[in-house]
């Protein structure tokens, strides 16, 4: 109310209105100052985001740029031949990798996706605050004391290296970051979706799983990918644990020779041809993981 | 509070209900008793307590952290905060709609109808049918959907959704449907046709419905109770409360004096 008054008559207790400035054309240097300004903000922010991506491309570049004269069909489907022997590829530790990352999202999701429903869902108890803390932590461990852990826990009583142990360590990295996006995108989903269920006489459990869980599942499929795209490039937790091999894997009980273990091996020794490979299991482990993420973004979009 | 008929076998009846968040006290010792097939609107000022009571009635209340409640709250007779009683049997026969339309967005219309029966195991296809066009028809939304079934519930407008969360608690076929504010969210095109949807319904349920809006609990109810601060200052037949309220604060109230 006062603030109206004042507006229409700003000296008090004079009746006349004052006149204002109509015309827009007269420009005052305050407005071109704070143009040029604005300018110069954006600017800044679209060099600071570009150079934000920059090494995404460069990355991207590079590892194609050195790859690409290792591709051929002999890399996917050979081993690696002796020092000495020109050819061969690295068709176990990629088979190695797709078997030790499905291991490792088996064994992990349920855990994870559980931990992030109750999160959410039964987000009162105290319990909650603890295990969130945990999770929080567990994604902060890094990874190569996750793989010493798999090593005390599988690799030592078992007797042995193992691809089961190499996937019990990812699966440990793949829990957290599971569990929290989970959590977030069932927070996401408004409580009055809920208390609709609740009030059409659906029990709990049958609200989160059938409505809150499988109405979020774009959401949550995006995160298993990530989460997935993330063990896929683990290397150390994979040292203490699948180790490594020169043979095609034959049990899920022996060491076997996975991508990153075996791009790290090859990139430090001293033989320019096992250099070459390194750089073509680079680039494939890049792709794989590109192509996981672009190929679930395209699918949950035409699905949405 | 004054009762000028008294109301022989209700359908529903709180007794002595007080309800809390925590330790605020936010409906006190509330009695009151609603007749078979008709229609009670509850009004008042906005805090006073009326939708907290409604939400008592079929054991919502508690699904707000730190919510409590003393009391019993009949329904036929029975108590549905007996030992024993599951919330979910409770809200099986005393259905609710919110004030803002909830359809599950990740569903069709046809779905969204069915859903209670469906993830109650219902998988019969021509009696999902059945429940669809009988439900959707009842709530008065048939005409407007029957071609697009199978788009998502969150496609319709707003008053269409409204009616489409009618639908739905329908489906199941509850003897009491409870009503928080249906129509605050909506345009009075909307509004009217739900309102000319209540006094339909009730031929077949009983209608408790939570309104601000006075006119609207004039025309399309039975009776009224006036909240004030979680207490209900006068619970009478509405053409009584609404001409010659026996309470100066009801009179006060509906005369557009407070609130």
């Not at chain 2, 008592?56 to 707000?64: A, D, G, K, Q, S």
């Not at chain 2, 697009?148 to 639908?167: D, M, V």
Request: aromatic share 8%; net charge positive; glycine share 8%.
């Amino acid at each position: 109310m006062t603030s109206a008054t004042s507006t229409v008559s700003p000296t008090s207790g004079s009746s006349r209105p004052r006149a204002r400035a109509v015309s827009m054309a007269q420009v005052s240097y305050r407005d071109i100052r704070r143009k040029w300004f604005n300018r110069f903000m954006l600017g800044t922010l679209g060099v600071a985001a570009l150079v934000a991506v920059l090494p995404l491309i460069s990355v991207l570049y590079y590892v194609f740029k050195q790859g690409i004269a290792g591709l051929n069909l002999e890399f996917f489907t050979q081993l690696p031949k002796p020092v000495g022997e020109t050819g061969g590829g690295l068709g176990n530790s990629i088979l190695g990798t797709l078997t030790v990352v499905m291991m490792a999202t088996v064994i992990g999701l349920p855990f994870g996706i559980a931990s992030g429903v109750f999160l959410s869902e039964f987000s009162r108890s105290r319990f909650t605050y603890t295990l969130r803390f945990c999770v929080e932590l567990l994604a902060g461990i890094p990874s190569i004391i996750l793989g010493i852990f798999a090593y005390a826990l599988i690799v030592v009583p078992m007797g042995g290296f193992s691809a089961l142990a190499g996937a019990v360590a990812l699966a440990i990295i793949l829990v957290p970051t599971v569990a929290k996006t989970t959590e977030e995108v069932l927070k996401l989903v408004p409580d009055h979706i809920r208390e609709a269920g609740l009030a059409l006489g659906l029990p709990r459990w049958k609200v989160i799983l059938r409505i809150v869980l499988w109405g979020s599942r774009a959401g949550i499929s995006t995160g298993i990918m990530l989460a997935i795209a993330r063990i896929s490039g683990e290397t150390a937790p994979l040292i203490f644990t699948a180790l490594n091999s020169q043979y095609w894997p034959h049990g899920l009980l022996e060491p076997v020779s996975t991508l990153p273990v075996q791009i790290y091996t090859y990139a430090i020794a001293p033989f320019e041809d096992w250099n070459r490979l390194a750089w073509t299991g680079a680039m494939t482990l890049v792709f794989f993981v590109l192509i996981a993420n672009v190929s679930m973004r395209l699918i949950l979009r035409r699905k949405a | 509070m004054s009762q000028s008929k008294p109301i022989v076998n209700p359908i529903l009846e709180a007794r002595s209900v007080d309800a809390y968040f925590g330790a605020f006290h936010a409906v006190k010792n509330v009695t009151l008793s609603v007749r078979p097939n008709t229609v009670t609107a509850m009004i008042g000022p906005s805090g006073c307590g009326k939708s907290t009571f409604l939400r008592t009635l079929n054991r919502m209340h508690e699904e707000i952290p730190g919510a409590t409640m003393k009391g019993q709250v009949l329904l036929a007779g029975e108590d549905i905060y007996a030992r024993g009683i599951d919330p979910v049997q409770v809200r099986r026969r005393i259905g609710m709609v919110f004030q803002k339309p909830n359809p599950f967005p990740s569903l069709s219309i046809y779905e969204n109808v069915v859903v209670g029966l469906t993830l109650a195991g219902v998988k019969n296809r021509s009696v999902l049918d059945e429940v669809v066009e009988r439900s959707l028809k009842h709530a008065a939304l048939w005409n407007e959907v029957k071609d697009k079934l199978k788009q998502p519930g969150t496609s319709l407008s707003g008053g269409q959704q409204q009616r489409l969360c009618i639908a739905r608690a329908l489906s199941v076929e509850p003897p009491v449907l409870l009503m928080d504010e249906p129509t605050s969210a909506l345009d009075p095109i909307s509004t009217a046709k739900i309102e000319e949807l209540l006094v339909e319904l009730k031929k077949d349920v009983t209608v408790v419905v939570v309104t601000h809006n006075m006119q609207q609990a004039a025309r399309v109810s039975d009776r009224t109770a006036f909240f004030l601060l979680g207490e209900v200052i006068e619970y009478e037949e509405s053409s009584t409360l609404f001409s010659v309220p026996k309470d100066k604060r009801t009179e006060a109230y509906i005369t557009g004096r407070f609130g």
